[in-house]
């Protein structure tokens, strides 16, 4: 049984950072999907980034490129997510997800397992 446990998250003002991570146990490949979606009350969940854990080939949606950097420890199988420069629409509650290595790297349908969720919230 796949679990993923996510950590980080917090409130901060514009402009600072804030470091999310998902420790993943159950899976029986060396290689999957996993990352980060996010969704804002009324908007749709949306793919943040994501990471193809042992192959290394990342995602980054174009509102995050420059800010956000998904990375992996694959001792610990934990994916982080270091969010710079934040703005308030950045706020969201942000939720880890994973699935098999071939897929769709932003559609949130295409993912199996999902985290309970970690709110961020950004003040300006």
């Known amino acids: 049984q796949v679990q993923l446990v996510e950590s980080g998250g917090g409130s901060v003002q514009a402009g600072g950072s804030l470091r999310l991570s998902c420790a993943a146990s159950?899976?029986?490949?060396?290689?999957?999907?996993m990352g980060w979606f996010r969704q804002a009350p009324g908007k749709e969940r949306e793919g943040v980034a994501i990471?193809?854990?042992?192959?290394?080939?990342?995602f980054h949606a174009d509102s995050v490129k420059g800010r956000f950097t998904i990375s992996q420890e694959n001792a610990k199988n934990t994916v982080y997510l270091q969010m710079n420069s934040l703005k308030p629409e950045d706020t969201a509650m942000y939720y880890c997800?994973?699935?098999?290595?071939?897929?769709?790297?932003?559609?949130?349908?295409?993912?199996?397992?999902w985290g309970q969720g970690t709110q961020v919230t950004v003040s300006s």
């Open positions: 990471i193809v854990t042992g192959v290394g080939r990342k």
């Open positions: 997800a994973a699935g098999a290595r071939f897929g769709s790297m932003s559609r949130a349908d295409d993912y199996n397992y």
């Open positions: 159950g899976f029986s490949s060396s290689s999957n999907r």
